[in-house]
């Protein structure tokens, strides 16, 4: 069963605090991506993942870290939570054209 | 810049008619365009990818075209249900490996009533 899992799927967390987003994934995909969504936008990239330790900016990392030490697993870091932060926070997995998504994480940020 | 534009923002339409929701995009390389379902507070499901220059899929009640000389992709949804409430995103793909891009459109945000 082919699955991409988020970890968790809602969060509160106070302004400067530190959070950590989780993101698994069952196919063994090399590539992953963290995306946001916000209303009226289109889900906006944050960083991808090309493999283990192969990392790449997408187009709104600014407050964002990101670690892969194994294939299934990519953690999405925000240091220091901005209010400005608040959003819907997705998780993806991929292999050529086919696309998986996590359900989302919902972070709120006080 | 938005490089997917959907078109309407917003349809309300009642149970058993049909719709279609629009996408019209600028990316380049347009290697291939792919339509998700959103369900609210939920993830995004594919429901049909397009490859070809001229390109039709059919997948039950949905059915998709596309003209990349148009830049221009159409979701067909047929005898709606009230399931098919959703947002239903347009993403184009700049190329067909880990090394493209994802471009996502905004969404058309579809109510289906009684």
């Known amino acids: 069963d082919m699955k991409v899992t988020q970890m968790p799927r809602y969060l509160i967390k106070r302004m400067g605090e530190n959070v950590l987003l989780e993101c698994g994934q069952d196919?063994?995909?090399?590539?992953m991506y963290w995306y946001r969504q916000d209303p009226g936008l289109g889900l906006q990239l944050i960083y991808i993942?090309?493999?283990?330790?192969?990392?790449s900016e997408g187009d709104i990392p600014k407050g964002y870290r990101v670690s892969r030490k194994k294939r299934e697993h990519f953690s999405l870091i925000l240091d220091s939570a901005k209010t400005n932060q608040t959003s819907v926070y997705f998780c993806?997995?991929?292999?050529?054209?086919?696309?998986?998504f996590g359900k989302g994480t919902r972070l709120t940020v006080v | 810049k938005t490089q997917v534009e959907q078109s309407p923002q917003s349809l309300v339409v009642r149970q058993g008619e049909n719709c279609v929701l629009q996408?019209?995009?600028?990316?380049?390389?347009?290697?291939?365009l792919r339509w998700f379902k959103q369900d609210t507070g939920k993830g995004l499901v594919s429901l049909t990818v397009?490859?070809?220059?001229?390109d039709k899929t059919s997948n039950g009640r949905y059915s998709a075209t596309l003209d990349k000389d148009a830049k221009h992709s159409t979701l067909h949804i047929t005898a709606t249900l009230l399931d098919d409430t959703a947002t239903y995103i347009c993403?184009?793909?700049?190329?067909?490996?880990?090394?493209?891009?994802?471009?996502f459109g905004a969404g058309t945000q579809l109510i289906v009533i009684p």
């Open positions: 993942s090309y493999d283990v330790d192969s990392n």
């Open positions: 993806a997995s991929s292999l050529d054209r086919e696309v998986f």
């Open positions: 996408c019209n995009y600028s990316v380049t390389p347009d290697n291939h």
């Open positions: 993403v184009v793909g700049d190329r067909g490996s880990a090394l493209g891009r994802l471009h």
């Open positions: 397009l490859v070809d220059q001229k």
């Open positions: 196919m063994s995909h090399e590539t």
